[in-house]
């Protein structure tokens, strides 16, 4: 556990308790032992991954008063950010059905001009980037592109992303737009993102959890 954990835990003792269970202090990269981080065994727990993936660089890069986004999300998924979501306005979600859909922002994600530019610790993308209304892998790479001019210097966009590698993405939900596997997303987005704007790759890996990757980015 580093500092930035250490401090959270001791102050939010009670954030996200069941992810904890598998993912002490939400490192993702670590899961308590008999956890199964393998999406084709019915007992797995590869969403706590995901979600620990989320909050652990919230932790590591947002504060109390230094607030992150989190694009695609509703009201409380990760901690020391605002949740931004189109369909996040109170009532039932057009996809998905259940009670009301609330994010603390009703807002799109692709339309950037709303918010500041440079000005963001962190942008966390959970399961959204396939969800956004753009168009192909050109669209997306420009979107990508829109996001890092709204972090500062330094600052982190963390994106968990489904795996076309291993299911039909497009199949598995009407709201789904792209699909990629970790093996062609580099060179079909990622390369061009890359090349395009003041960025380091970080993080690109799959956890072998045989469901989604993740794409850390650094703004420099």
Request: proline letters at 7%.
């Amino acid at each position: 556990m580093n500092e930035a954990q250490r401090r959270f835990r001791e102050i939010y003792p009670n954030v996200h308790p069941q992810v904890c269970e598998f993912f002490p202090d939400f490192d993702y990269r670590h899961p308590a032992p008999g956890a199964i981080i393998d999406m084709r065994d019915p007992n797995n727990c590869v969403g706590h991954q995901q979600r620990a993936f989320s909050v652990w660089h919230a932790i590591q890069n947002c504060g109390p008063l230094d607030l992150g986004l989190d694009f695609g999300s509703p009201k409380g998924m990760t901690p020391h950010c605002v949740h931004v979501d189109v369909f996040g306005d109170g009532r039932v979600h057009p996809f998905y059905g259940g009670g009301r859909y609330l994010a603390d922002l009703a807002h799109s994600a692709v339309s950037t001009s709303f918010y500041p530019p440079d000005a963001w610790p962190y942008i966390s993308s959970n399961h959204s980037l396939e969800h956004m209304d753009m168009p192909g892998d050109s669209g997306i790479a420009s979107l990508l592109g829109k996001w890092i001019e709204l972090l500062r210097g330094g600052g982190i966009l963390a994106m968990v992303i489904p795996d076309n590698d291993h299911f039909d993405v497009l199949a598995s939900d009407r709201n789904h737009y792209h699909a990629w596997g970790a093996r062609d997303f580099r060179q079909r987005v990622l390369d061009t993102v890359l090349s395009q704007s003041p960025v380091q790759l970080l993080e690109y890996d799959t956890l072998d959890n045989h469901f989604s990757f993740n794409v850390v980015i650094q703004k420099v």
